[in-house]
């Protein structure tokens, strides 16, 4: 069992920055971020494979999000920079104890973070 703990949302302006961590209680195969909006489905925004760091982000945030990695401190981290109101959502932590799997799909992630809110006002 692996318990996810996330900090950081707040609400802020657009253009502004925020970042969000998650820590784990034991690292695994990847972890990832997803967001899910009111009425719309949760998405995948961007993950990184624990052993080499490698990372995949959603189009609409590339260059302006960056997902890293503590591995000492068993946590991720997602910098959010020029945001927008469209990336309101809660924002959700997830990991993955697959050897191969689809960053973007849901089904692919065993472990889930409680959300912590995101608010991009115009």
């Known amino acids: 069992q692996v318990q996810l703990v996330e900090s950081g949302g707040g609400s802020v302006q657009a253009g502004g920055s925020l970042r969000l961590s998650c820590t784990a209680s034991a690292l695994s195969t990847g972890m990832s971020w997803f967001r899910q909006a009111p009425g719309k489905e949760r998405e995948f925004v961007a993950g990184i494979y624990i052993r080499d760091v490698s990372s995949y982000y959603l189009d609409s945030v590339k260059g302006r999000f960056t997902i890293s990695l503590d591995n000492a401190k068993r946590t991720v981290y997602l910098q959010m920079n020029s945001l927008k109101p469209e990336d309101t959502a809660v924002y959700y932590c997830?990991?993955?104890?697959?050897?191969?799997?689809?960053?973007?799909?849901?089904?692919?992630?065993?472990?889930w973070g409680q959300g912590t809110q995101v608010t991009v006002s115009s």
């Open positions: 997830a990991a993955s104890t697959q050897t191969v799997y689809t960053w973007t799909r849901v089904s692919s992630y065993a472990y």
